[in-house]
């Protein structure tokens, strides 16, 4: 008998079949300086360990940041290979590794990612973390510097996006705001916690070759009818053509990146959501044959 020849996989091919479809060009961090039609009203105001970047944008408000734009702009030639039509993969057995896997969650905004996020944030703390974020907003006298905020410079914050220090950052209110990989890394290897990110697509091709091996979850909007049910943060500010956009945004994130999903959970109802989310977590961690792109790998 002869050899056989060595089968290869692609995340395409293991996940299930799927239509080929083309997908839209995107570059890291770049939407924090482009889009700013999301129709999502800012919640920094909320409690910092719920912080996310995608609630710092303004509606209807231009946020230009010449500088970042510059550095991001820099990055994507780093980056332009990052996401092809199909990514190899390899079985990773979490039994042999010292982390846990980060949880992202994609999603329109106002789609329900923010309040899961708080629920798993608040019924088990001991279990679910957020990484710290950077700012170079001054520290308010009720807020402890590495606790709340990673308080730094201006330069500094830049040098750390010259040096692709952040998965994501962007400008609120004339301040800079960034996640990084070493705070998330903190969580998923020293405290062995569950990090829990609410990220933009374009922000995932930054774990390639860190050795982190996110998971990633697509919130997606149910019917429009569900959608106006769902006990959702500032649901009394918005209107019909609110709720479609919210539609529409969620529709074109799952048809130009349902090639970087793990999983899909439609939010027909948050509790419900809740329970199921919370369980694929917990049990996406006591998987010890689980397929995982290769680009993620050292």
Not at 96 to 120: C, F, K, Y
Not at 217 to 237: G, M, N, Q, S, V
Not at 253 to 273: G, P
Request: glycine letters at 2%.
């Amino acid at each position: 008998h002869g050899k056989k020849k060595a089968r290869k996989h692609c995340l395409t091919c293991v996940s299930s079949k799927r239509e080929r479809k083309p997908l839209q060009t995107v570059y890291n961090n770049v939407t924090f300086i482009h889009d700013t039609d999301d129709k999502e009203a800012p919640t920094i105001k909320t409690s910092t360990n719920h912080f996310s970047l995608t609630d710092t944008r303004k509606y209807g408000e231009e946020q230009p940041v010449a500088t970042l734009k510059r550095l991001a702009d820099a990055n994507q030639d780093l980056m332009m290979d990052s996401f092809r039509f199909y990514d190899s993969v390899f079985r990773l057995d979490l039994s042999t590794q010292q982390m846990t896997r980060p949880i992202i969650l994609l999603g329109a905004p106002n789609v329900g990612r923010h309040e899961l996020r708080r629920r798993l944030l608040q019924t088990e703390p001991n279990l679910f973390d957020v990484a710290i974020p950077h700012t170079t907003r001054a520290r308010r006298s009720q807020e402890t510097s590495d606790i709340d905020y990673h308080f730094v410079s201006e330069a500094d914050f830049l040098t750390k996006v010259g040096c692709q220090a952040f998965v994501e950052f962007g400008q609120y209110d004339r301040d800079l705001y960034g996640t990084s990989l070493d705070d998330i890394r903190q969580i998923v290897e020293i405290k062995q916690k569950i990090c829990i990110l609410n990220l933009n697509p374009e922000a995932i091709r930054t774990f390639n070759k860190t050795g982190i091996y996110p998971y990633i979850i697509c919130i997606a909007a149910p019917t429009i009818e569900r959608l106006k049910r769902l006990e959702l943060d500032r649901r009394e500010h918005l209107n019909e053509k609110d709720y479609r956009e919210i539609i529409r945004k969620s529709r074109s994130i799952e048809r130009h990146h349902y090639l970087l999903f793990d999983h899909i959970l439609v939010n027909n109802d948050l509790d419900r959501t809740y329970l199921e989310l919370r369980d694929l977590i917990v049990r996406i961690q006591h998987d010890n044959q689980q397929w995982v792109r290769t680009s993620y790998q050292r």
